[in-house]
């Protein structure tokens, strides 16, 4: 029996190729089925609980122009395009046109979009942001509805292939190799564009009390797959240095739903009793997420907790049988098992909170037609959230559709190429005393959790950098014993690489206030500053331009 190193690759030619059957690769599939265009939908998952998504969401956040002041395009273009944001007015005009579409989109393939008696969705605030967030009821089966419509609209899906590198010729992205976590089946895919859907984020880079790298915020399984295989295919990357995320989460219980705890008044607390988050931002609660974080773990540092809590009993007792009950088991199905074992009900007692692991994050630099700085390449993650997400990878799949017209398949890879790729593919299978996937891992997520954290400075991200290069040179000697530890050494390998940008481009920033993070180097916000940094890769090293 041949080894997977040694069996003959699968071909596959397709119109457009999407990677990542999240929501996003969910939204640009629906688009390119929509213009008629063949369609390929590729994940290291299985579509019907692949991504975020997977695990369910309690909230779409929709702008309907319904004539209300914010709930309208102008207001959005004004919230979200900052210099420092990456988005432009038109990106965010065609996000916010897609929305009535996908809205209906949901509600035909049987998502619960709830209602108010009077007919109109039930929406509620959020994260600093408007009444924009229209509640689901039964979230966690999100996903199953649209990708059974999905394969009904004929999307062709290969589940279970991670994909370890984008093919290029001439300067253009051309499709895409990798490999199956199930059966080691080599596959090699050809299309006339490529859309990157896996996700805008490293969610195991650090840890959290728990010391367990899957107990996490959201999805663990993204590590940094988008970022990687952009920039080795030349694209330039932005904001990594920015857009680094963190949210607070039930004691010991990595789940998603602060938006909707936020959103509905409830009170932080810190150890000693005080409403305390006035003092770090005039929304209180529902202010943008990074001050929430900041102000928490700064009340951490000056002695004020833990432990933290959230309080909701002053909260109407209907409102909060509806939070408990039905939006956040739609973040994370197993969250009403989480409160049967501790105990906790929120018309009675506070629950207790702590801060996340840390989400290191970024954007594929992108145009107005949400196509990268690569021929060929678009970018399905540009926008955050359900709504975003979906809606990104909409936008994108409308515009990769249309160019794919007229244009013909590019020419294979040659087969030097293919055969060097499945070697490095298949290598840590036969590795001996080497280095344990899990391990090698550890190291990365110890280093990033010392020297990334909420408080940096320049000298303790120049170590990191000197420890993840260190890291780095041992990456030939990762071992795995079998399919499955494959896939993890190579989530382990995008993972190094993707935190390796990330410290980089921090080091850069020299400044504090546009992040979660603080640098005590540079404790202000410097206005010279007020731009996007980009990343890419020439002569085989990253470049750091400021736009």
């Not at 299985?46 to 309907?64: Q, R, T, Y």
Request: proline fraction near 5%; hydrophobic fraction near 40%.
């Amino acid at each position: 029996m041949q080894s997977s190193r040694e069996s003959i690759p699968t071909l596959t030619d397709t119109d457009l190729l999407i990677l990542g059957t999240g929501a996003a690769g969910c939204g640009a599939a629906l688009a390119a089925r929509e213009a008629g265009i063949k369609t390929l939908l590729v994940d290291k998952g299985k579509l019907e609980s692949s991504g975020c998504l997977g695990g369910g969401n309690d909230h779409f956040l929709a702008i309907l122009n319904t004539g209300a002041p914010e709930d309208s395009t102008e207001y959005a273009v004004k919230h979200y395009v900052k210099p420092t944001s990456g988005y432009t007015p038109a990106m965010v005009e065609q996000w916010v046109g897609a929305m009535p579409h996908l809205v209906a989109f949901l509600e035909d393939v049987g998502v619960k979009l709830m209602r108010r008696p009077d007919g109109s969705y039930l929406r509620t605030p959020g994260l600093g942001q408007p009444e924009w967030f229209i509640n689901i009821d039964e979230g966690q089966l999100i996903k199953r509805s649209i990708a059974k419509r999905l394969r009904a609209m004929g999307v062709d899906v290969l589940d279970h292939v991670m994909v370890s590198r984008l093919t290029t010729a001439g300067g253009r992205v051309t499709g895409a190799m990798g490999f199956n976590v199930l059966d080691g089946t080599f596959h090699v895919i050809r299309a006339k564009a490529v859309i990157l859907a896996m996700g805008n984020s490293a969610n195991r880079a650090t840890t959290n009390s728990t010391h367990n790298p899957y107990n996490t915020w959201h999805s663990p399984f993204n590590t940094g797959s988008q970022f990687v295989l952009a920039f080795e295919a030349g694209a330039s990357l932005v904001n990594l240095d920015l857009k680094q995320q963190a949210t607070l989460v039930p004691k010991g219980f990595g789940c998603a739903g602060m938006n909707g705890i936020n959103s509905a008044g409830a009170h932080e607390l810190n150890a000693i009793g005080e409403r305390f988050m006035g003092r770090y931002h005039p929304k209180m609660e529902n202010c943008p997420r990074q001050y929430q974080i900041y102000g928490t773990y700064a009340e951490q540092v000056i002695g004020n907790g833990p432990p933290f809590h959230m309080d909701m009993r002053h909260i109407d007792p209907g409102e909060l049988t509806h939070l408990q009950y039905t939006l956040m088991p739609g973040d994370k199905a197993t969250f009403l098992d989480y409160c049967e074992q501790r105990g906790i009900d929120f018309a009675t007692k506070p629950m207790e909170v702590e801060l996340s692991e840390i989400e290191f994050s970024g954007m594929l630099e992108t145009d107005e037609t949400f196509a990268s700085t690569v021929p060929g390449l678009y970018n399905g993650c540009v926008f955050y959230t359900f709504s975003g997400s979906m809606g990104s990878g909409y936008v994108a799949g409308g515009h990769a559709a249309r160019a794919c017209a007229g244009t013909g398949l590019p020419d294979a890879p040659p087969a030097s190429e293919i055969e060097e790729e499945q070697a490095r593919v298949f290598q840590p299978l036969g590795t001996e005393r080497g280095i344990a996937q899990d391990k090698f891992e550890a190291a990365v997520r110890q280093v990033m959790s010392y020297y990334m954290g909420y408080v940096r400075n320049g000298q303790g991200i120049r170590l990191a950098l000197e420890r993840l290069e260190m890291i780095a040179r041992h990456a030939d000697s990762v071992m795995a014993a079998d399919r499955h530890q494959l896939l993890l050494a190579h989530e382990a390998l995008h993972l190094l690489a993707s935190c390796r940008l990330s410290a980089l481009a921090t080091l850069e920033r020299r400044e504090t206030g546009r992040s979660l993070y603080r640098r005590s180097d540079y404790p202000e916000l410097d206005p010279r500053l007020d731009r996007v940094l980009s990343v890419r890769k020439e002569d085989g090293r990253p470049v750091l331009t400021w736009k």
